[in-house]
T-cell receptor, first 113, second 110 residues
């Protein structure tokens, strides 16, 4: 069974540029999560989807961050414009609705110069 | 969700048991204890979870105190591949939000 797929794995951009991350969850998983992980810290939830509905986006900085999961399968997280402080690892995870275990992808490491 | 307290780092000799403590003194009756680990440059990986009984699977054992205010994750025979950051999380069963905290960096040494 394929795991959670994320691309790109690494991205380097200059500040004020836009950037997008893509995630394909495990087949059949209704719930999809985007996390932000700063160096030396645990992941922090940005947004959670149940199918195509964003049910928890309280931690998403909506002035520059946006996300979508149009068909309830794969998802895109966008930052526009990127700031120096956005340099971090962006993790995607998925799970069955109500299931215990979240499965994480390898993450995208973003560097903003 | 209740918050957890873990030591920032621990060392363990290869082949010995690694015992990782976690304090969750404000845990509620309907909150479970979960453990995840994160190997360098990978996403977190589920290890085990429990409510009040001790649990064991192929990866680890989870010991929860009777008052449920603390727990210990036990890796019975640590290997170099177990070097990772271990996160202790408490959350309501089937409620999908996790609070990871900073975790414990376990260094398994030859």
């Amino acid at each position: 069974e394929a795991g959670v797929v994320q691309s790109p794995r690494y991205k380097i951009i200059e500040k004020k540029q836009p950037v997008a991350f893509w995630c394909n969850p495990i087949s059949g998983h209704n719930t999809l999560y985007w996390y932000l992980q700063n160096l030396g810290q645990g992941p922090e939830l940005l947004i959670r989807y149940e199918n195509e509905e964003a049910v928890d986006d309280s931690q998403l900085p909506k002035d520059r961050f946006s996300a979508e999961r149009l068909k309830g399968v794969d998802s895109t997280l966008k930052i526009q414009p990127a700031e120096l402080g956005d340099s971090a690892v962006y993790l995607c995870a998925s799970s069955f609705r109500g299931h215990n275990e979240q499965f994480f992808g390898p993450g995208t490491r973003l560097t903003v110069l | 969700d209740a918050k957890t307290t873990q030591p920032p780092s621990m060392d363990c000799a290869e082949g010995r048991a690694a015992n990782l403590p976690c304090n969750h003194s404000t845990i509620s009756g309907n909150e479970y204890v979960y453990w995840y680990r994160q190997i360098h440059s990978q996403g977190p990986q589920y290890i085990i979870h429990g409510l009040k009984n001790n649990e064991t699977n192929e990866m680890a054992s989870l010991i929860i105190t009777e008052d449920r205010k603390s727990s210990t994750l036990i890796l019975p025979h640590a290997t170099l591949r177990d070097t990772a950051v271990y996160y202790c999380i408490v959350r309501i069963y089937n409620f999908n939000k996790f609070y990871f905290g900073s975790g414990t960096k376990l260094n398994v040494k030859p």
